[in-house]
Every structure is written in structure tokens, then in C-alpha cells.
């Protein structure tokens, strides 16, 4: 019987949590945020095996570009 209500008391609190929460994304960037998706999409092209892809998207901005270099960030140096 206790656990019967256990389960009822969880079913119960599950429905009424659903009604009143947001889906959040914590993996997702914020509306509007373009330098958050960049950075997203350059992490995702690292991770299925296109460094150089993300390399290439990341030297679109200025400050990257100069810690990286030309060189890297033109295609010339690759050590990976």
C-alpha cells in the first residue's frame, strides 16, 4: 500500500512540476548570440573529426586569428 502511494505522490508531483517549468537547453546558446554559435558550431565540427572546418570558422574573428596566426589559420600549418 505504501509504496502504491509513493508512486501516486511521484506520478502527482511529475504532472503538476510539467505544467509550471521550461525546457532549457543547457548546451544551447542564447537567442541572437552570435559568437556563442559560432563557437558551438565549431566545437561540434571539432568533435565529428573537422578540426580544420572549425579551425577555419573560429579565424573569422580577429583575436583568434592573431593567437593563431596566418599560417594556421590560412591552412598551411596543421598538427593534428
Known sequence: MTKTISILSLISLIGCASNNSTISYTNA?????????????????????QRKAAIQLMCQDPKIKEILGEAKCNGELFFF
Open 29 to 49: 546558446c542564447p537567442k541572437e548570440d552570435q559568437l556563442c554559435q559560432r563557437n558551438m558550431d565549431a566545437q561540434t565540427l571539432s568533435v565529428i573529426g
